[in-house]
Every structure is written in structure tokens, then in C-alpha cells.
């Protein structure tokens, strides 16, 4: 069933996104708090997640927009070391509970997307 209420948000050009690399970060809010989330390319594909660990809730790059761990293979945590597969999400190893929370994206004519959600909204800012 899809939201009614959802919308597609242009969020950087699919250029911006190369495979392994940095990520790009925005704002979101997500269940009524305002969280970093950050998008990647992985395997050619455009992925997002909240910039939120599941093993603390603190952000996870260990340099700014920073998520791969040197292999390339992996969303790393700088923290504790919880371990992420870059396509789902899913915890991968070290001390991990659940996997990270993703985001849906969409790539159309070289622009990356990320599609809201009944608890995943632009965050707005006030004049």
C-alpha cells in the first residue's frame, strides 16, 4: 500500500554518488526528530540510511560523509564498530541491533531522489 501523502524529493545529481565513495549527507525527520541521513552508491546502485547507529544512536562516519570501511564492502560505524551491508542495510557484524534504518531513492535522467514516507518528512526550515 503507498502513502498518498508521499513525495519525491531531488536530492543530487547521480555524478555526485560514485561507487564506494563519499556519501551525501541531508536532513531529514524521521518520526518527529530531525536526524542526519546520508545516501552511497554500492554495486551501481543509489542507496540512503539515517546517519543513525543501532547499536547507540549517535552518527556513524568517522570522517565527514564517510561510511566505507576500507574494503569497500561495508557501512562502518567509527564508534563501536557495527558492521552494515551497503545495499540493505542489514547488520553485518560487531555490535549491531537490527539494521539501519533506509531510505527509498529513486534514479531518473542523472538526479538521485529519496521518496518520504508517513514517518520520514523533509525537514523545513523556518524563516
Known sequence: MTDLASQIIPLCNSAELAEGGRAVPFDVVFAGQTCRAFAIRFEGQPHAYLNRCT?????????????????????????????????????????????????????????????????????????
Open 55 to 127: 547499536h547507540v544512536a549517535m552518527e556513524m562516519d568517522f570522517q565527514p560523509d564517510q561510511f566505507f570501511d576500507a574494503s569497500g564492502r561495508w557501512l562502518l560505524c567509527a564508534t563501536h564498530g557495527a558492521e552494515y551491508a551497503p545495499d540493505t542495510g542489514e547488520c553485518a557484524g560487531g555490535p549491531c541491533r537490527g539494521g539501519l534504518v533506509k531510505i527509498d531513492l529513486s534514479e531518473n535522467d542523472g538526479v538521485v531522489h529519496w521518496h518520504t514516507a508517513y514517518n520520514l518528512k523533509p525537514f523545513e526550515f523556518l524563516d
